[in-house]
């Protein structure tokens, strides 16, 4: 009886906590964001629930599953880097379709979210340094969700760049993020808009970057916070997803396919 207890209990508990993560979210957004029709805010609302009672179920799997996420042999190499709370379950749909515009091999690359993003950043360069070995490979690019765009940052930027060709951070909040409530973890100070994380963002990159973001993510805003046009980089924005959701855009993946295979 109480196994059926519990087993009731945990999708309910997820469930309910999906509906908080959005709930609050979409609320903080609204006095970072343009104005828009409140049907095109409940459409989003819908798809972030929807996308996250979709994929956020599998998320254990993935901390045990391999780490080879398909793509083509023998091509250059692509890391996948997740963002706060994840891991590499939310680059299902990108990794499928960059498999199937031929490039590859894909790597998921799972790190400790809630450690100090330049500890992450030495684990990623000897993730990277891995899949060198592994490929035979002098150089790879990265490809990188929320705080995995600024663990990639502090990698290339600390001398990680000549090992990487391009990287592409997609809702990634380069100048911090406007939420002062609680983000629990070591990782947080990188996430706010501190005078540290000022600093870094001034850093001219040293790779060819493309930043996608949103006009209204609902993490990552206002978004001009996602911008490294003032570093060299490439800013692509797209219309209206939320953070989960942009992943699983087409335009945002061909985005992705299209830079890398350029």
């Known amino acids: 009886m109480r196994a059926l207890v519990v087993l009731c209990l945990v ?16 609320a903080h957004l609204q006095a970072h964001a343009p104005a828009r029709p409140r049907w095109a805010t409940l459409r989003e609302i819908a798809r972030e629930i929807g996308w996250a009672l979709l994929v956020q179920p599998l998320l254990p799997i993935h901390y045990l599953w391999g780490r080879r996420m398909g ?18 379950v939310d680059f299902l749909a990108i990794a499928r ?22 500890d992450s950043a030495s684990r990623l360069g000897r993730f990277v340094e891995a899949v060198r070995a ?3 490979c002098t150089e790879l690019d990265l490809v990188c969700h929320s705080l995995g765009g600024l ?10 760049g000549p090992r990487v060709r391009r990287v592409v951070t997609i809702a990634s ?19 706010r808009a501190d005078d540290e994380l000022r600093l870094r963002a001034l850093r001219r ?8 973001y949103s006009t209204h993510d609902n993490v990552v805003h206002p978004a001009e916070t996602s911008s490294v046009a003032a ?10 997803p939320g953070h989960l959701t942009i992943l699983f855009s087409r335009e945002v993946q061909s985005a992705v396919r299209d830079f890398l295979l350029a």
């Open 97 to 118: 379709a960059l498999a199937r515009g031929g490039a590859g091999p894909l790597y998921g690359f799972n790190y400790a979210w809630w450690r100090d993003v330049d």
């Open 71 to 88: 793509g083509s042999a023998g091509k250059r190499p692509i890391v996948l880097v997740h963002g706060y709370m994840q891991n590499r």
């Open 134 to 136: 592994e490929t035979g």
């Open 205 to 212: 990159l040293p790779v060819p970057t493309l930043s996608i």
């Open 11 to 26: 999708p309910l508990a997820f469930l309910a906590g999906v509906l908080v993560y959005v709930t609050v979210s979409y």
């Open 231 to 240: 570093r060299g980089g490439t800013d692509l924005v797209v219309e209206a």
């Open 151 to 160: 663990v990639a940052m502090a990698y290339v930027t600390a001398g990680g």
């Open 173 to 191: 909040p380069h100048g911090g993020v406007a939420w002062r409530g609680p983000i629990p973890g070591q990782s947080a100070p990188h996430l």
